[in-house]
T-cell receptor
Framework: DTAVSQTPKYLVTQMGNDKSIKCEQN?????MYWYKQDSKKFLKIMFS???????INETVPNRFSPKSPDKAHLNLHINSLELGDSAVYFC????????????FGPGTRLTVL | AQSVTQLDSQVPVFEEAPVELRCNYSSSVSVYLFWYVQYPNQGLQLLLK??????LVKGINGFEAEFNKSQTSFHLRKPSVHISDTAEYFCAVSDLGRDDKIIFGKGTRLHILP
């Protein structure tokens, strides 16, 4: 199936740990994104990559580091996890041009204990 | 800078009744406008979008929205809702020619009453 996929779907971990979330899209899109959705459903962009190049880097703690090995993958690594990092993280992709639909992955629910 | 305001955090409506979800935006330049839907425990999917042309935009699942430039609004409507329309609805805006960044509103929870 053509889609945006994320792994894992659920992630439960202790404070202070380091974890990664993986994202892959097979839609042939040039641009990929990471969003954070908090408990109130507020959706905020974190990062955007176009052809492996960082385009958008919002005000995000530097404990969060995106890595794009190729244009079909955008992984998110989080160091020293904190309670406030608990949220649902969504990966998305879109064609390069502005105004195009963003295709979202199913989300990764991160719970930090 | 652009911003999006969804005036209602929750909208309860009876099944088969009409619904309107309100969205206002602010931007100093021309914009693209979107409505996304998020069903429980799923990612977002596009309902419809306005890029240019006709101000009345039709989307999936019987939804439509009207772009009103003078009122800077992009309200979403459906003439008759179904229980399966229960979801969170997000309005979003993107400046023309910018770096593909989309700003989302805070969402409106549509609650269908039997």
């Amino acid at each position: 199936d053509t889609a945006v996929s994320q792994t894992p779907k659920y992630l439960v971990t202790q404070m202070g740990n380091d974890k990664s979330i993986k994202c892959e899209q097979n839609l042939g899109h040039d641009t990929m994104y990471w969003y954070k959705q908090d408990s109130k459903k507020f959706l905020k962009i974190m990062f955007s990559y176009n052809n492996k190049e960082l385009i958008i880097n919002e005000t995000v703690p530097n404990r969060f580091s995106p890595k794009s090995p190729d244009k079909a993958h955008l992984n998110l690594h989080i160091n020293s996890l904190e309670l406030g990092d608990s949220a649902v993280y969504f990966c998305a992709s879109s064609p390069r041009l502005a105004g195009n639909e963003q295709f979202f992955g199913p989300g990764t629910r991160l719970t930090v204990l | 800078a652009q911003s999006v305001t969804q005036l209602d955090s929750q909208v309860p409506v009876f099944e088969e009744a009409p619904v309107e979800l309100r969205c206002n935006y602010s931007s100093s330049v021309s914009v693209y406008l979107f409505w996304y839907v998020q069903y429980p425990n799923q990612g977002l999917q596009l309902l419809l979008k306005y890029l240019s042309g006709s101000t009345l935009v039709k989307g999936i699942n019987g939804f439509e929205a009207e772009f009103n430039k003078s009122q800077t609004s992009f309200h979403l409507r459906k003439p008759s809702v179904h229980i399966s329309d229960t979801a969170e609805y997000f309005c979003a805006v993107s400046d023309l020619g910018r770096d593909d960044k989309i700003i989302f509103g805070k969402g409106t929870r549509l609650h269908i009453l039997p």
